[in-house]
């Protein structure tokens, strides 16, 4: 339900799947020749998509998982605890090698076992083993039938943790750097969203040929997203 062609559509999802970074709404308005509003519209709906894609695979395997906080405008304390942050959690499930397969980040609106508990029933299949830091939040994953393991972050094992934590710890650092570099700034409740674009993007790193075509599947069967319900805050997990 657009009044923009089709060749608009499939040209600004070439452009958002093809290109190596995140493409932001002004460029986007640019290379499509259309106005600041409608380039907007296009790239949540197509963010909306690609999170909704990838929030129905639930991960499996082993998984690190750790707590991580983004945005806010305030100078002083960060991460844990920090006034004016968005908190999401932050999961990468790994093949018997070492390697990350699919990732995972979700806003929460905070880090307590219950909030834990509901997140790891939506996101992780049961018997799953994830790793995660001592934050007493990760004992919900329990409730969830999950198989958990924790390791502290201190002096004496630093270095294990390093190694347990890499690739989860890697991948917040990417993202911050992704959506600050092409995105100054967004609206807290815009987060979600780029958060799945983010998780897309890296999910299907490996099937850049498959990207495309996927998008646009997943665009035709969602439902139509009014501007009203665009510009509302969305759902965090």
């Known amino acids: 339900h657009s009044k923009l062609p089709l060749t608009t559509w499939f040209l600004a999802i070439y452009l958002i799947t093809q290109d190596k970074n995140s493409i932001s709404a002004l460029e986007l308005?640019?290379?499509?020749?259309?106005?600041?509003?409608?380039?907007?519209?296009?790239?949540?709906?197509?963010?909306?998509v690609m999170k909704e894609h990838d929030d129905n695979r639930k991960l499996a395997n082993i998984v690190q998982l750790d707590d991580a906080y983004?945005?806010?405008?305030?100078?002083?304390?960060?991460?844990?605890?920090?006034?004016?942050?968005?908190?999401?959690?932050?999961?990468?499930?790994?093949n018997e090698e070492g390697h990350p397969i699919y990732m995972r980040l979700s806003v929460v609106s905070c880090f307590k076992k219950q909030e834990i508990t509901d997140w790891a029933k939506k996101h992780l299949q049961e018997k799953t083993l994830v790793i995660?830091?001592?934050?007493?939040?990760?004992?919900?994953?329990?409730?969830?039938?999950?198989?958990?393991?924790?390791?502290?972050?201190?002096?004496?094992?630093?270095?294990?943790?390093?190694?347990a934590f890499y690739w989860v710890d890697t991948m917040i650092g990417n993202v911050k750097n992704s959506i600050k570099g092409t995105c100054h700034a967004i609206r807290?409740?815009?987060?979600?969203?780029?958060?799945?674009?983010?998780?897309?993007?890296?999910?299907?790193?490996?099937?850049?040929?498959?990207?495309?075509?996927?998008?646009?599947?997943?665009?035709?069967?969602?439902?139509?997203?009014?501007?009203?319900?665009?510009?509302?805050?969305?759902?965090?997990?």
């Open 132 to 163: 995660s830091d001592v934050l007493p939040c990760f004992n919900g994953l329990l409730a969830a039938d999950i198989i958990h393991g924790s390791l502290p972050k201190n002096g004496k094992e630093l270095h294990q943790y390093e190694a």
């Open 188 to 237: 807290e409740k815009h987060i979600p969203r780029y958060l799945g674009e983010f998780c897309f993007r890296f999910n299907y790193r490996f099937r850049i040929e498959d990207i495309f075509n996927t998008l646009i599947k997943c665009g035709a069967k969602s439902p139509p997203m009014p501007e009203k319900l665009l510009t509302l805050a969305e759902s965090q997990w």
């Open 70 to 94: 983004i945005g806010g405008k305030q100078k002083g304390k960060r991460g844990r605890g920090a006034k004016g942050k968005t908190p999401f959690v932050s999961a990468i499930s790994l």
């Open 29 to 48: 308005k640019r290379k499509l020749g259309v106005s600041y509003n409608a380039a907007w519209r296009i790239k949540h709906k197509l963010m909306q």
